[in-house]
């Protein structure tokens, strides 16, 4: 009879301890999921930059602007993003500390070249832009609460998890802004995905080890102690030709300029990769059945293809020039979130962010910004700054971000160079809601983002 109940234990610890891995990560971006463009002088704005666009990265944010360049240019953008995360878990204690590596790459790059077709100005560009960062870092310890065991104790869980993602995803973009009239211009640009020669995609890492202790009047039980571990890998990369396309027009009537954008959604192919061992052993047993080091070992690896059905968003930006020197804009922008899909070989499709299920809902951003322009003979000085509210999609609910940003810029000759810091934070975020073992993840969240950019005017 001791023996039938020991299979019976044994069998409620194998099930906690083997309970089924998450096959896929939700997809945890390093920055804002919402679609922006790049540039020093944008991301000053605060990233209200619909209705101005008339820098070299216009095509990343309204393609009409492109209009407003008069000569042949070509800019690069360079960018420093880090992340910081002070959470709260949902079950149990647990020790967290979670940061995005400090990442600096090449954000963004264009070429612009003007030309004329009788009255008809006519602007191509070619862009490049690292759109989404991936990067993501989160290590933690815990301790579950007690769970209990009928007729036996107690079993209490401590363990630690690591959970790595790196990747990114970029765009080459072409781009055409035509001026119908003189205070009317239209603009379209397509993205192609997946064309960087590193790869776009992003890996996700996970590494899990608790250990489970029974406390039980029971002799035979009391103390007996499971080890279970896991390393699951799994990679995420673009394939094929993947594409979609934006639209957007400017209008100027007097003062103001009025803009709208339009950017499609996509579906892009994906090839996903997987792979993870489990290892579970007892270090004690309580029967003996199970002998020290008892020890099961559970390889997989597989490789699919699957389709990811990337949003639509659209925005209106209206902007007012009081002077020569003052401007000032704001933007409305709203992202299909509810429509982002991951569909797998087989059966339905499902949301990557919400993938323990809950309903993700779209998201309105709001921004605003301004500049003053010191003018001298030989030498032009601005400031700028701006502040947004910028939510984030989750499972049930959404993230409430909000940021303000500063920033300068000199002109001289055929240079110029722009310069802008923006401080993103979010209190009391949902992070994670998909592991049953701690809950809900909930964070204070900030995101510190350094761009310099460099235009050079033929």
Known sequence: MKIRKSWLAAGMILAVALSPARADEPIKFGS???????????????????????????????PAGLVQLETPECSVVFSYLDRGESMDFERGEAAASSEVASHADINYASMVYPFHIGKVNLVPSLNYQRLYELDRRMEFNYTREPDLLPGKGWLQTQGKAKVEQVGALTTVTPALAAQITPKISLGLSVNFWGLDPWGDGWKTQVQQRSQETVSSPDPLWNGATDVYTSERNEEFRLSGLNWNWQAGFLVKPGNFTIGGVFKSSFDADLVYDYEEVQTWFWTKSPS?????????????????????????????????????????????????????????????????????????????????????????????????????????????????????????????????????????????????????TIGEIRADVFDRFLVASLIYHF
């Open 32 to 62: 804002t999921p919402n679609p922006v463009g790049s540039g020093g002088r944008a991301v000053a704005w605060g990233g209200a930059f619909i209705a101005v666009a008339d820098d070299a990265t216009a095509a990343s944010w309204n």
């Open 288 to 436: 003996p059945v199970f002998t020290p080091p008892y020890f099961i070992d559970h390889p997989y690896a597989n490789e699919h293809w699957r389709k990811l059905t990337w949003p639509a968003s659209y925005g209106l930006g209206l902007g007012y020039r009081f002077s020569d020197a003052f401007s000032m804009a704001l933007d409305v922008n709203r992202t299909e979130w509810s429509k982002f899909k991951l569909k797998p070989e087989q059966g339905k499709a499902i949301s990557p962010i919400a993938m323990a299920g809950g309903v993700v809902r779209d998201t309105t951003q709001v921004r605003g910004g301004m500049e003053y322009l010191i003018i001298k003979p030989k030498v032009v000085v601005a400031l700028r700054g701006g502040g947004f509210y910028d939510p984030e999609p989750r499972a049930g609910e959404q993230a409430e971000f909000y940021g303000l940003s500063l920033g300068t810029g000199f002109g001289r000759g055929h240079f110029v160079a722009d310069f802008a810091y923006q401080y993103r934070f979010g209190q009391d975020v949902l992070v994670d809601n998909s592991d049953s």
